[in-house]
């Protein structure tokens, strides 16, 4: 089995920061892409910013310039470093995974964290 923990979610305040990580762990030969979606109250999961094994980045345009996502292979983590917060970055986050287990890959999910932004 597979377990993506986050953490680092919480209330704060337009304009700071936050820093969110995501621990992978169990049965794991290897993580390709690691991630970060997140999901609104009324809209859909979307994505924020992605990270392969080989550090290459995607982001969101809505989160692009003020937003850094990195990895540590290692520790099996991702991290997402979000810098001035917006009331409309206020949704659940979720981590996201896609690992190599024996000949398969499978995608995984965190429980999600909540990020609230106030004005």
């Known amino acids: 089995q597979v377990q993506l923990v986050e953490s680092g979610g919480g209330l704060v305040q337009a304009g700071g920061s936050l820093r969110l990580s995501c621990a992978a762990s169990?049965?794991?030969?290897?993580?390709?892409?690691m991630g970060w979606y997140r999901q609104a109250p009324g809209k859909q999961r979307e994505l924020v910013a992605v990270?392969?094994?080989?550090?290459?980045?995607n982001y969101a345009d809505s989160v692009k310039g003020r937003s850094t996502i990195s990895r540590d292979n290692a520790k099996n983590t991702v991290y997402l470093q979000m810098n001035s917060l917006k009331a409309e970055d206020t949704a659940i986050y979720y981590c996201?995974?896609?690992?190599?287990?024996?000949?398969?890959?499978?995608?995984?999910w965190g429980q999600g964290t909540q990020v609230t932004i106030s004005s």
């Open positions: 996201y995974a896609q690992i190599r287990r024996g000949l398969g890959q499978f995608q995984y």
């Open positions: 169990g049965s794991i030969d290897s993580i390709n892409v």
């Open positions: 990270i392969t094994s080989g550090n290459s980045t």
